[in-house]
Nanobody
Framework: QVQLVESGGGLVQPGGSLRLSCAAS????????MGWYRQAPGKERELVAF???????NYADSVKGRFTISRENAKNMVYLQMNALKFEDTAVYYC????????????????WGQGTQVTVSS
């Protein structure tokens, strides 16, 4: 069993900043890719950003230059620094991780957090 717990969401004005955190725990041998997704009301869940175990990152075009994803491998943590927030960033943000549960035999788990609400409003 792998658990992901997000924190750091909240209400912020346009142009403001928030930092999301996600902690992974449970049966973890190692963590491959960690990422953040979001789902706005009436819309499908979309990828915001991901980071590989060696630090390679990828961002959705809509957040490039405003959001930064980072991770602390020793703590099984991933972060999302969100700056210059816009109304359209309002969504529930979900943490995701591809976790290697066992090396031999190889077993992995695609884990999700419960989500944290980010609301951008004046």
């Amino acid at each position: 069993q792998v658990q992901l717990v997000e924190s750091g969401g909240g209400l912020v004005q346009p142009g403001g900043s928030l930092r999301l955190s996600c902690a992974a725990s449970g049966s973890i041998f190692s963590i491959r890719t960690m990422g953040w997704y979001r789902q706005a009301p009436g819309k499908e869940r979309e990828l915001v950003a991901f980071i590989t175990s060696v630090g390679r990152t990828n961002y959705a075009d809509s957040v490039k230059g405003r959001f930064t994803i980072s991770r602390e491998n020793a703590k099984n943590m991933v972060y999302l620094q969100m700056n210059a927030l816009k109304f359209e960033d309002t969504a529930v943000y979900y943490c995701n991780a591809i976790v290697v549960v066992s090396r031999l035999p190889y077993r992995s788990s695609n884990a999700w957090g419960q989500g944290t609400q980010v609301t951008v409003s004046s």
